[in-house]
């Protein structure tokens, strides 16, 4: 698993605090291709989270990448890059160096030393002795506060002098096209275009989304002027959202709505040097790998990273009577099984439900709502059977009642996001299968994926005398450490139980951009 923390400032004419709060970060060979993707919330400026390495991994040297949404509009030379190895001892093959177009030069970042100071209390302990660091400022600088990060690792695992983060060229300045808004908020955005028959955006269309699984939700939006559209879909913890999309059709419409790509899929080329370890990269490999194996046999799942996966994190088992509509518990509700057995929901309808009411448009039946508030049949109803909109009313109207299991109704004009509808009625199957009817024109599912959830810190104290080994790669990772001038910090963390040199590294970003550096060595006996 990587760890990482990000900083995140906006420089130019937008002042803080910044715009965007999704943090997009992916793991990526020196040709671009993916091999894992997160999307992490911004808080105060800042990331911290972590990202698993696929077990399929193969060894060679790969990329950290970072952005925003807004960061798309400007092009992926514009993202931040952070170069890494990776070891996968259980396989042979090294990662494919082969790529499209001309590699970018790329210059890496030095650290800025001098401005802390990183000492131990001794340089020698115990396996599991107690450590303390010590942390200050230097008297130099000027900010009340820096935020750091303090990792404890073997040493020939870190630079300690030149930073992996690397600078590409400048994109060119007439390269920004606004295509992607921001996330305002501390939630994902889905977001499209609306196009015709003719291929052509089309603005103003409505457009219905369905969220599927085990916390069903609906939410609805417009397109613009240019036919684009965002949604914000509320945080939910988990891996993979489920979506069910479909325009609102007029007849003959034959609308067609394209989801933007989540993450950002343009070609690059990064430098991509045959991968290489000097000699105490190769010590450190060595160990890694040992530890790996060790892990594996001790504890299979915590070998693999799953101990956190985003699956266990999100199983929830929520009864069927505790969930909530989105629409609410406000709602005349009919339970088919409290009344005689009728041909089709039509019948239904007209003994049953006076609230209801038939029209002919275009030689077709169509269904609305009789209410007190008149303005209701200036907009459509919202008519969906288990969270999916239908607009075929003769077919929902020939559905037999026994495949039904119950009728909410709303006959006042409901709003969701932008959209107004004049009414709801939400009619659930027996077996959660739209009871046979057809998916509506035009619609389709669609996977997405949702913010990541916390990840516990690194480096949990161990009790001396376990007959489990000590198979630590991190032996301490502090996310967020608050440093003020001229004041002291202590931290402590338990010592490796494996004898061999260790190193500490601190580091940060001050507010114009760059790193700065502080490191200090001890020894384990």
């Known amino acids: 698993t990587i760890h990482f923390v990000a900083d995140y400032s906006v420089s130019g004419p937008v002042s803080t605090p910044a715009w965007s709060s999704v943090l997009y970060v992916e793991l990526i060979a020196s040709n671009g291709s993916p091999l894992a993707q997160g999307k992490f919330k911004i808080s105060e400026g800042r990331v911290e989270g972590a990202l698993h390495i696929p077990s399929e991994s193969l060894t060679g040297n790969y990329y950290l990448k970072a952005y925003t949404r807004w960061m798309r509009n400007r092009g992926p030379q514009s993202f931040s890059y952070t170069a890494l190895k990776i070891i996968n001892p259980y396989r042979n093959e090294v990662v494919d160096l082969s790529r499209n177009g001309p590699v970018l030069r790329a210059d890496r970042t030095a650290f800025k030393q001098g401005i802390l100071e990183c000492t131990t209390a001794s340089p020698l302990y115990r396996g599991g002795e107690e450590v303390e660091l010590k942390v200050k400022g230097a008297s ?58 003719d291929l052509l955006p089309v603005s103003y269309a409505t457009l219905h989304f369905a969220l599927l699984g085990k916390e069903p939700d609906f939410f609805a939006c417009m397109s613009d002027a240019n036919g684009r559209f965002v949604l914000t879909v509320p945080r939910t913890i988990g891996d993979r959202l489920e979506f069910f999309v479909t325009p609102e059709l007029e007849e003959g419409s034959g609308l067609e709505v394209r989801i933007d790509q989540e993450f950002d899929s343009r070609a690059i080329a990064l430098p991509g040097e045959t991968f290489t370890l000097a000699e105490d990269e190769r010590e450190v490999a060595r160990k890694i790998a040992l530890n790996m194996q060790i892990a594996r046999a001790f504890s299979p799942r915590a070998a693999s990273g799953e101990a956190g996966s985003q699956e266990a994190l999100a199983e929830e088992v929520i009864a069927e009577g505790e969930r909530v509509p989105f629409y609410g518990t406000r709602v005349n509700r009919l339970l088919i099984d409290d009344y005689v057995r009728l041909p089709n929901l039509e019948e239904v309808f007209l003994n049953l439900v006076p609230e209801i009411q038939f029209y002919k448009k275009k030689g077709e039946t169509r269904i609305r709502f009789i209410s007190t508030n008149e303005s209701i049949g200036v907009y459509n109803p919202l008519i969906m059977i288990d969270h999916i909109s239908v607009f075929d009313h003769e077919a929902l109207l020939a559905l037999s009642p026994e495949k039904i299991e119950r009728v909410d109704l ?7 996001g932008n959209v107004a509808f004049g009414g709801v009625l939400a009619i659930h199957s027996r077996k959660g ?48 450490v608050r440093l003020e001038r001229d004041k002291e910090t202590s931290l402590t963390f338990q010592a490796p139980e494996n004898p061999g040199s260790y190193v500490i590294q601190v580091r940060g970003v001050l507010p114009g951009g760059e790193v700065f550096s502080a490191s200090s060595r001890f020894s384990v006996e």
Not at 156 to 177: C, K, M, T, W, Y
Not at 437 to 454: N, R
């Open 140 to 197: 130099t600088v000027l900010l009340d506060q820096l935020r750091s990060c303090i990792t404890v690792v073997p040493e020939g695992a870190v630079h300690l002098e030149n930073g992996s983060s690397i600078i590409l060229p400048e994109p060119v300045q007439d390269s920004f096209r606004v295509k992607f808004l921001p996330d305002l908020s501390s939630e994902v955005s889905i977001s499209g275009t609306v196009v015709g028959p």
């Open 433 to 480: 299968d739209m009871a046979g009817i057809d998916l509506p024109k035009g619609s389709y599912f669609f996977d997405y994926q949702s913010l990541h959830t916390e990840v516990p810190p690194v480096g949990p104290s161990r009790i001396r005398g376990e007959r489990e080994p000590d198979t630590r790669n991190t032996c301490f990772w502090a996310r967020d």
């Open 410 to 416: 709303i006959n006042e004009i409901y709003l969701k």
